[in-house]
């Protein structure tokens, strides 16, 4: 019993305290978006329905964090709980994935070890953003395509159902589930009822989203529409169409480069000792047909200026949690390989922990290099956000402003969504300058006649403000207390 709940229990521990270790170091969040997801999902609380952003941000994210707030009260730490043990149930989720794929307990735990460490799953399994777990969700459903029993089959249409309604980008396998489903359908007839039911789950949620679109937007891909919109109104720099085509490709191994050279590296030496053979081809076509989907998916994004506005990497989550799949099977089949039969069970036995011992030390050494050598050189390195004075303050006026009272934000950039988000009073807390790129907005304390008008117009009597623009407002604030570069104030 002990070892047979020896593995996710060792990777779950590993997934908690690598997500402590991570909120120690002073981690909070990826980018403001988290805070938003936050503000959104406490709305949720207050006013339940099925699209609780109003924007292209898709539902199932805010119906998951807004129910579990509901339950435990509709806070920050409450969010930034449930984000770490969505990351610790999703890691423990890619060894299930890898123990219903037939891989060796050896080869599983190793899977979800990688998992549960690699960069990209440390910060986004534990950040209050939906992609490390929809990634885990997109996984079963892309490995559930190899198996011939209907249930197993309707689960994985279950995941890419709940996986559709969380990121865009698992679309494509959501309808790769779905079309495989029709496909088995019409041959395997004692399974036929179960396979038809996961074709119309697995096509589920998109569609219900787009005919949501055109219930509520009047345009069945408003979403598109909108993300492309932002972008161009961020700027940046424009890329050639060459550029377009490559950069997701190139992303597979330029954001986790140990990862990728190690799945390549395993890959080449099996072949070689064992060739084909070697590879279980068919258990894998399935799946893989599904992750290329996406990273094609990906591909026509960037073509059509459709891609994510910041942190573009994340998308690319599903494939290097498929790729810690297949380095479990290949490092376990390497080390599990038999020489051939020698003069004595004695000698037998040292030569094969000696081919194990030079397989770890090369696997090893490799992803050290990398580490050391290429990952400095080629790994793009976009910061992560630290707004701990905005949810110093906002905690501050938690406490102070009473019940009922309402509280305007300013801030120099999306700050404010911070302060909302500590705040965890979602429909008594709004923003008097949103910096949203889209609109032009005046300055709302370039006079105190304007900033009385803004905080009459939100019924608001305190402000969260900079210090630095208190010598902008009227003789008629009150300081209330100052943290960290913030001030509360209240109007006499």
Not at 37 to 55: E, K, L
Not at 103 to 114: D, E, H, K, N, T
Not at 238 to 258: C, D, I, Y
Not at 392 to 415: F, H, K, M, S
């Amino acid at each position: 019993m002990i070892r047979r709940y020896f593995a996710p229990c060792a990777i779950a521990t590993t997934k908690l305290v690598v997500s402590l270790t991570l909120f120690w170091s002073g981690f909070r969040s990826i980018s403001d978006d988290d805070f938003a997801r936050v503000v959104i999902a406490q709305q949720f609380v207050t006013y339940p329905h099925f699209d609780p952003s109003g924007t292209s941000w898709l539902p199932f994210p805010f119906l998951l964090y807004g129910s579990a707030m509901t339950v435990f009260g509709a806070t920050l730490v409450a969010a930034q709980v449930m984000a770490v043990l969505l990351g610790v149930c999703a890691a423990v989720g890619v060894w299930l994935v890898a123990r219903s794929l037939h891989l060796s307990p050896r080869a599983a735990l190793v899977a979800g070890m990688i998992a549960a460490c690699m960069p990209h799953a440390v910060y986004y399994g534990a950040a209050m953003v939906p992609d490390y777990s929809t990634a885990v969700l997109a996984l079963v459903a892309s490995a559930t395509l190899s198996s011939k029993h209907g249930r197993t089959r309707a689960a994985g249409a279950l995941a890419a159902c709940l996986a559709t309604l969380c990121r865009y980008e698992t679309w494509p396998i959501a309808f790769v589930v779905s079309g495989y489903a029709t496909f088995d359908a019409i041959r395997q007839r004692h399974e036929r009822r179960w396979l038809v039911g996961s074709a119309i789950i697995a096509s589920l949620g998109a569609t219900a989203w787009i005919l949501h679109g055109l219930a509520h937007h009047h345009d069945a891909f408003f979403f598109v529409k909108r993300v492309a919109a932002y972008r161009r109104a961020l700027g940046g720099e424009s890329m050639t169409l060459g550029v377009r085509l490559v950069q997701q490709p190139l992303a597979l191994f330029t954001g986790e480069p140990e990862l990728t050279v190690l799945a390549l590296l395993l890959l080449l030496i099996v072949l070689l000792i064992h060739g084909r053979e070697g590879l279980r081809g068919r258990a894998w076509a399935r799946p893989s047909l599904a992750i290329g989907s996406l990273v094609s998916f990906l591909v026509i994004g960037d073509l059509l200026g459709g891609a994510p506005t910041h942190h573009e990497d994340r998308t690319l989550l599903p494939a290097w949690l498929a790729m810690a799949l297949l380095v479990g099977e290949l490092l376990d089949r390497l080390l599990r390989s038999a020489v051939g039969p020698g003069p004595s069970n004695d000698q037998r036995t040292v030569w094969l922990a000696r081919k194990r011992l030079v397989v770890s030390v090369g696997v090893l050494g490799a992803v050290l290099a990398v580490t050391l050598i290429v990952r400095p050189r080629i790994t793009k390195s976009e910061s992560f956000v630290d707004r701990s004075r905005e949810i110093g303050i906002g905690q501050a006026a938690a406490e102070l402003v009473p019940q009922g009272q309402r509280l305007a934000v300013y801030t120099a950039d999306y700050g404010f969504l911070a302060v909302q988000a500590a705040f965890a009073r979602s429909f008594d807390c709004a923003p008097i300058l949103r910096h949203d790129p889209r609109h032009h907005e005046h300055d709302p304390l370039s006079s105190p006649e304007e900033l009385t008008q803004r905080l009459a117009a939100l019924r608001a009597r305190y402000l969260v403000v900079p210090t630095g623009r208190l010598q902008d407002l009227s003789q008629q604030t009150r300081i209330e207390t100052e943290s960290n570069g913030f001030a509360l104030v209240s109007q006499r």
